[in-house]
């Protein structure tokens, strides 16, 4: 009985961090700095670390086991670097406070489990569920060997004799089970967590999304038509009017011609979602956008360098991908105020193709981030928002993803991923056909 009471325990220190990830750890800067959110992952995990080594299970044998090692592996798989290090350093300090036999060993089995979670941190969350679970599986397996070893190696250097040995070992290999359970379990719940809020995010910015395209399509034709009107006469009067007054009509014809712009954003919503799609070479498309913004790139002393590879293909709309790219493009050159490099690449990766936008310009925020694409937020003075949204709908039209990387005074870098397609004989044509929306805006 009371080795079960120490066993629920150990699973209430566990199981409150994964709890606590939805608030603490979702939403998280990816950047290796220290933040607020970091400190409260290392908070978390560290008590938990502490109450497990301070009330550990008494096994039968005399010995004596925790569950410390499942807050650092996912600590470290999930918070990154530095608080998985710091999160080891307070594990070794309370252990080294505790004292008692087997603080060496302690060490050096942690250097060995924590190796392959250090080594995944760049690449677990591209990774699927099934893998996440099979890696963890393996870690809590290395671990558990390496616990195993070290307890041996002490009985041993002791004089212990094989049966004795064995007798310690193996409640020890029992609840090893258990620990492997409880791992798994951990980051399954984790990843449930994630998804879900993955899900709502989603919801939430397609419900904004057809909110816009709704209002889009029930104002846009009423306001559009009395302007056209209104921009007709205003253009006779200039021809007619007092020289005076040339400047006022100049200034009133930029606004009706601002007013047309942000109207026709809102008319792309409104479109149906399907699209026709053609075979399209990528380099040629991003060096013509890259020529038509030449001009407007020179006007605001900025330099745009340009890398392709050549025979990459996607399918996509023509019309649409540059308008997209130009889009994004207009952005970033006006991000530079002081001039500038823009640098555009195109490349290969798998079942992608990639396209990346750089700027030097003045980066955002991770909040800043968290906004793009939604109705009506734009980081320039008199921006909308509406361009870079439809040009995340055009992007999700197409199959493809959009994630913005940006840290303040460093700059902003885009990067679209679009379904590669592979030529596979000498006589395919580049067809065309319908496809509705379905992808994912990351």
């Excluded at 605001?300 to 709309?317: D, H, K, Q, Y």
Aim: neutral net charge; contains cysteine.
């Amino acid at each position: 009985m009371l080795i079960i009471k120490d066993i629920l325990l150990q699973l209430l220190f566990v199981i409150v961090p994964v709890l606590l990830y939805r608030n603490v750890w979702l939403g998280r800067s990816t950047s290796n700095k220290m933040s607020i959110k970091s400190s409260m992952v290392i908070v978390c995990s560290s008590i938990s670390v502490i109450f497990a080594m301070s009330f550990p299970v008494q096994l039968s044998n005399g010995m004596e086991y925790d569950l410390r090692s499942i807050p650092i592996i996912i600590t470290i798989l999930y918070a990154g670097y530095i608080p998985g290090i710091l999160t080891i350093l307070v594990m070794f300090i309370v252990r080294i406070v505790l004292g008692g036999d087997g603080v060496l060993v302690t060490i050096l089995g942690t250097m060995v489990y924590a190796i392959i979670p250090f080594l995944l941190v760049n690449r677990w969350y591209g990774y699927s569920l099934r893998k996440k679970l099979g890696l963890v599986l393996l870690i809590g397996c290395l671990k558990q060997l390496s616990i195993i070893g070290g307890g041996m190696v002490v009985l041993i250097w002791r004089g212990f004799p094989s049966s004795i040995i064995n007798n310690y070992l193996e409640p020890l290999v029992e609840i090893g089970y258990l620990a492997l359970i409880v791992q798994g379990a951990a980051v399954y719940f984790i990843e449930f967590i994630r998804e879900s809020h993955i899900i709502r995010k989603q919801i939430e910015r397609s419900e904004k999304l057809n909110l816009i395209s709704e209002l889009a399509a029930s104002v846009a034709h009423e306001v559009r038509n009395p302007l056209t009107v209104v921009r007709g006469f205003v253009q006779l009067l200039r021809e007619e009017t007092n020289p005076k007054n040339v400047e006022y009509i100049r200034l009133v014809l930029n606004e009706l011609d601002r007013a047309e712009f942000i109207i026709s954003d809102y008319l792309n919503l409104a479109k149906p979602h399907s699209e026709t799609l053609e075979l399209l070479e990528i380099a040629h498309t991003v060096k013509e956008v890259t020529a038509i913004m030449s001009s407007y790139s020179v006007m605001n002393r900025v330099e745009i360098a340009c890398e392709t590879e050549p025979g990459l293909f996607v399918e996509s709309n023509a019309v649409k991908l540059k308008q997209a790219l130009m889009n994004l493009m207009k952005n970033g050159i006006e991000s530079m105020g002081q001039g500038g490099l823009l640098h555009v690449t195109v490349r290969a990766a798998g079942k992608y193709h990639v396209i990346s936008i750089m700027d030097e310009g003045e980066g955002m925020t991770p909040e800043q981030i968290e906004q793009i694409g939604l109705p009506f937020y734009s980081t320039k003075e008199k921006g909308t928002g509406l361009g870079l949204m439809v040009t995340c709908r055009i992007i999700e039209a197409m199959q493809g993803t959009i994630h913005f990387q940006s840290q303040q005074g460093h700059g902003t870098q885009v990067t679209i991923q679009l379904p590669a397609v592979y030529m596979t004989g000498k006589g395919e044509e580049h067809g065309q056909r319908s496809r509705g929306v379905g992808a994912t805006l990351t």
